[in-house]
């Protein structure tokens, strides 16, 4: 199995762009997280899907986020307009049962100028 | 808020000595999850113990479960230079997992 893939690994954009981030959870897991890692704040959950379906989103830090996951196969998390304070690493994770063990992807490092 | 808080945050051992790192946390849990990041790597799952468990071993981890005073600890045995890596305990509250602050382990050779 090819594990959680995320792209891309790297991303470098100036503050106001959009930014894409994607994610291909483990064939047959049916929970999909998204995670953000700083120094300062740790990490943290953004949002979790369970069968394709946004469970809790409370995680959002505010409307420039977005995801979708519009099939079992691919998630994506949207931040647009960027701004400088959304650097990080940007983490998913996928589930074959929730509540258990996670597998997470290698995650996307943004840096927004 | 964290709900999980590791410590000590950072802890430098030589190698073939034990580590022992502590998780405390706030809030009832159904299990809770040790994981471990290679700087720069995502996380890699090492262990779940349920909250109906005391002790886990698996290989040179060793986990403790107390849920009366909500705290667990991750004893590495015999370390090693690869062990080198931080650290994270993981709350499982309503399928979320919630983490904590990390314990940065250095094993030198």
């Known amino acids: 199995d090819a594990g959680v893939i995320q792209s891309p690994r790297h991303e470098v954009t100036e503050m106001g762009q959009e930014v894409t981030l994607r994610c291909k959870p483990i064939?047959?897991?049916?929970?999909l997280f998204w995670y953000r890692q700083t120094m300062m704040r740790g990490l943290e959950l953004l949002i979790y899907?369970?069968?394709?379906?946004?469970?809790?989103d409370s995680g959002m830090p505010e409307d420039r986020f977005s995801a979708k996951m519009p099939n079992a196969s691919f998630s994506t998390l949207k931040i647009q307009p960027s701004e400088p304070r959304d650097s990080a690493v940007y983490f998913c994770?996928?589930?074959?049962?929730?509540?258990?063990?996670?597998?997470f992807g290698p995650g996307t490092r943004l840096l927004v100028l | 808020s964290q709900q999980g808080e590791e410590d000590p945050q950072a802890l430098s051992i030589q190698e073939g000595e034990n580590a022992t790192m502590n998780c405390s946390y706030k809030t009832s849990i159904n299990n809770l999850q040790w994981y471990r990041q290679n700087s720069g790597r995502g996380l890699v799952h090492l262990i779940l113990?349920?909250?109906?468990?005391r002790e886990k071993h698996s290989g040179r981890l060793r986990v403790t479960l107390d849920t009366s005073k909500k705290s667990s600890s991750l004893l590495i045995t015999a370390s090693r230079a690869a062990d080198t890596a931080s650290y994270f305990c993981a709350t499982e509250i309503t399928d979320k997992l919630i983490f904590g602050t990390g314990t940065r382990l250095q094993v030198f050779p």
């Open positions: 064939s047959g897991h049916n929970s």
């Open positions: 994770a996928s589930t074959r049962t929730r509540g258990e063990t996670q597998y």
């Open positions: 113990i349920r909250s109906n468990e």
């Open positions: 899907f369970n069968n394709n379906v946004p469970i809790d």
